[in-house]
């Protein structure tokens, strides 16, 4: 599984790079990105969980994407396609790939906190070099972040980030000390 996970890695550099020089990626990554993800979470868990996991996350993304367009197109008094402008299809296609191995916790979690880091690194980014280049590396910058977080699992901290046991866990204890403080 070592090998799966070097190569899960390279390929995300790789999407890191693309995005990062070219504002763009070559489509082929995603599906070979979700077959290897998919090959990672068949250790834990079987076929079935990760499909219901990867229905549940996609309905998220959808409400998600609806609310945006439906807010965008009563702001401009106009309809609006989010893919035209706003989000590029390779930023949808790594939503989807990364909803393939994330469970909902665990990838709502990942989403939140990797736009909220996007943002401040881009902020930065601009701050530190003068450019006039406005479109964020989003699916780039959210790999490299992904990457991150799988390295740390895998290798620091041998954390299954397949399972939301440990998040549900925290909130449980939390929900408790809440209860009690009150």
């Not at 229905?55 to 609806?66: A, D, R, S, T, W």
């Not at 964020?136 to 046991?165: E, K, M, R």
Request: proline content about 2%; overall charge positive; hydrophobic content about 60%.
């Amino acid at each position: 599984m070592i090998a799966v996970q070097i190569l899960t890695l390279l390929t995300l550099a790789v999407i890191f790079i693309q995005d990062l020089v070219y504002r763009g990626v070559y489509w082929i990554l995603f599906p070979i990105l979700a077959i290897l993800l998919i090959t990672l979470r068949l250790q834990y868990q079987p076929l079935a969980d990760i499909v219901l996991s990867l229905e549940i996350n996609l309905g998220v993304l959808l409400v998600e994407f609806m609310l945006l367009t439906l807010y965008f197109s009563v702001k401009y008094r106009r309809r609006l396609n989010l893919t035209q402008g706003w989000l590029c299809v390779g930023d949808l296609f790594f939503l989807a790939v990364c909803a393939i191995y994330l469970p909902l916790l665990n990838f709502m979690l990942f989403y939140l906190v990797s736009l909220i880091a996007v943002i401040i690194i881009w902020k930065i980014h601009l701050t530190v070099v003068k450019t006039t280049e406005v479109r964020i590396p989003l699916a780039g910058l959210q790999g490299l972040l992904l990457g991150i977080v799988l390295s740390v699992c895998w290798w620091v901290w041998h954390f299954n980030i397949t399972a939301d046991y440990r998040l549900v866990h925290f909130y449980y204890k939390a929900s408790k000390l809440q209860m009690h403080l009150f």
